[in-house]
């Protein structure tokens, strides 16, 4: 069974920057980062392939970056020009498919680290 340990989240404002990152215990085809805010369903964010192809949803698009080494079974989420609407909880995860879509779903999850956007 995979497992997946999130850090780097915390309390930044509007416009400043965090990155995520996530250590995994096997190596993967597919890692994703998800979120979930308060009483919304958890949404995919990024999606990258063992081959560093990445994709992302377009509410993130041309903010956010995942990236992924190999070597050191790691995946970082790099999020610049924060909102206060990216508040959420962000896990990474293994899922079910490379592509970020409505719906995907994931077979392993991290614990989720809090990430806050103040105004």
């Known amino acids: 069974q995979g497992q997946l340990v999130e850090s780097g989240g915390g309390s930044v404002e509007a416009g400043g920057s965090l990155t995520l990152s996530c250590r995994y215990s096997?190596?993967?085809?597919?890692l994703a980062w998800f979120r979930q805010a308060p009483g919304q369903k958890r949404e995919a964010v990024a999606a990258?392939?063992?081959?560093?192809?990445?994709n992302y949803a377009d509410s993130v698009k041309r903010r956010f970056t995942i990236s992924r080494d190999n070597a050191k079974n790691t995946v970082n989420l790099q999020m610049n020009s924060l909102r206060p609407e990216d508040s959420a909880m962000y896990y990474c995860?293994?899922?079910?498919?490379?592509?970020?879509?409505?719906?995907?779903?994931?077979?392993?999850w991290g614990h989720g680290t809090q990430v806050t956007v103040s105004p």
């Open positions: 995860a293994v899922p079910r498919g490379c592509t970020v879509v409505a719906g995907l779903e994931a077979t392993y």
């Open positions: 096997h190596h993967t085809y597919c």
């Open positions: 990258i392939d063992e081959d560093g192809s990445a």
